[in-house]
T-cell receptor, first 114, second 115 residues
Framework: GNSVTQMEGPVTLSEEAFLTINCTYTATGYPSLFWYVQYPGEGLQLLLKATKADDKGSNKGFEATYRKETTSFHLEKGSVQVSDSAVYFCALRANAGNNRKLIWGLGTSLAVNP | EAGVAQSPRYKIIEKRQSVAFWCNPISGHATLYWYQQILGQGPKLLIQFQNNGVVDDSQLPKDRFSAERLKGVDSTLKIQPAKLEDSAVYLC?????????????FGPGTRLTVL
């Protein structure tokens, strides 16, 4: 079945450090891929998405590239800020077949220190 | 534009009691989702409505959980009776009809603690 694996946290960085959160997936066909973010006390928000191979999603300085050959969708940011402290979830949705529900990773907690 | 509203934000009950959660989706969004998010895990879809019809309730524990969306707008999720393992955050999300990759907009969630 479809699944998402993301790196375990917590991840602790200093402000302006480079961030990578790894995400790999297992799916048949060509799923859509998402990164959601959950700030403390708030609901999940879509951060970025990619719907086909080699697409790059970007938002708020974050980027992720849909790599079909490595079945990956790693999240990166060149210079993190304290306000980026949150939990980040990688997710996929199959684009074929009857099961179109979002499949979620376990989440990676990020803490950025000043 | 108003977001997805949920209430209450927090609820503490004892096991075997009943509890209900309410969700008001974004105006005009036909699809509504209820998720259960246990601490340290990703959200698990409990039920998906399109208008007032159920699209997917395969992971809803139907012996104790029920949900309705009578007029295709607001929705309630009920647990009766609650168990300790139901302690989680219950998230409501909505999305417009159309493309399958449409974004889901999430409410702030209801944190349930079962003692």
């Amino acid at each position: 079945g479809n699944s998402v694996t993301q790196m375990e946290g917590p991840v602790t960085l200093s402000e302006e450090a480079f961030l990578t959160i790894n995400c790999t997936y297992t799916a048949t066909g060509y799923p859509s891929l998402f990164w959601y973010v959950q700030y403390p006390g708030e609901g999940l928000q879509l951060l970025l998405k990619a719907t086909k191979a080699d697409d790059k999603g970007s938002n708020k300085g974050f980027e992720a590239t849909y790599r079909k050959e490595t079945t990956s969708f790693h999240l990166e940011k060149g210079s993190v800020q304290v306000s980026d402290s949150a939990v980040y979830f990688c997710a996929l949705r199959a684009n074929a077949g009857n099961n179109r529900k979002l499949i979620w990773g376990l989440g990676t907690s990020l803490a950025v220190n000043p | 534009e108003a977001g997805v509203a949920q209430s209450p934000r927090y609820k503490i009950i004892e096991k075997r009691q009943s509890v209900a959660f309410w969700c008001n989706p974004i105006s005009g969004h036909a699809t509504l989702y209820w998720y259960q998010q246990i601490l340290g895990q990703g959200p698990k879809l409990l039920i998906q409505f399109q208008n007032n019809g159920v699209v997917d309730d395969s992971q809803l524990p139907k012996d104790r959980f029920s949900a309705e969306r009578l007029k295709g707008v607001d929705s309630t999720l009920k647990i009766q009776p609650a168990k300790l393992e139901d302690s989680a955050v219950y998230l409501c999300a909505s999305s417009p009809l159309g493309r399958v990759e449409n974004e889901q907009f999430f409410g702030p969630g209801t944190r349930l603690t079962v003692l």
